[in-house]
């Protein structure tokens, strides 16, 4: 029974994260960009990569922001890929892939004049003390779980 409640919720957390639908055509720098997508990596459709000299996602989303090929991204924490965190742009929106290194994220939106669309809604999510019921609870958001913090269970 604990391996089925735990089995459910790694599918919910990764049913959860936003799914960009439909292409994005590069277009000039700028646009919106849609929220971070934690504990994720979109593998693939790298055109460019290069190291970080800051452990922090928001500088490798700046960079897509503000390059016109790019239209995804994956920040990859320091010590996964080398001592230095580590930025890879993309030019397609690869799925997304579970993984407790990376941040990812894309660009929502580009117009021709260079000013974003808006950023999807956040989706309801279940509260972790109520797991019977199958709707998820609106206003209600669930953080996927810190690195290390999943234990599996076995009866």
């Known amino acids: 029974m ?3 409640k735990l089995i ?5 957390l990764v049913s959860c994260a936003p799914v960009m639908q439909g292409p994005v055509t590069p277009g000039a720098a700028g ?16 055109y460019s990569n ?16 503000n390059d016109p090929n790019c239209v995804a ?5 320091p010590g996964f890929q080398g001592p230095n965190p580590r930025c890879w742009l993309k ?6 892939t579970p993984n407790p290194y990376c941040v990812s994220g894309v660009k929502v939106a580009v117009t021709p ?3 974003g669309g808006q950023p999807p809604p956040e989706q309801p999510a279940e509260t972790e003390g109520d797991q019977s019921s199958a709707e998820p609870q ?18």
């Open 113 to 115: 004049s260079g000013e």
């Open 91 to 96: 030019n397609a929106i690869p799925p997304l």
């Open 31 to 46: 646009g919106t960009m849609g929220p971070m997508e934690y504990y994720m990596d979109r593998m693939g459709s790298d």
């Open 2 to 4: 604990k391996i089925t």
């Open 50 to 65: 290069f190291d970080l000299s800051e452990d922090n996602p928001q500088v490798c989303q700046d960079a897509c922001q």
């Open 8 to 12: 459910l919720l790694c599918c919910f």
């Open 138 to 155: 609106t206003g209600k958001t669930v953080k996927p779980p810190k690195p290390g913090n999943l234990r599996i269970i076995k009866e």
């Open 73 to 77: 991204w994956t920040y990859v924490k």
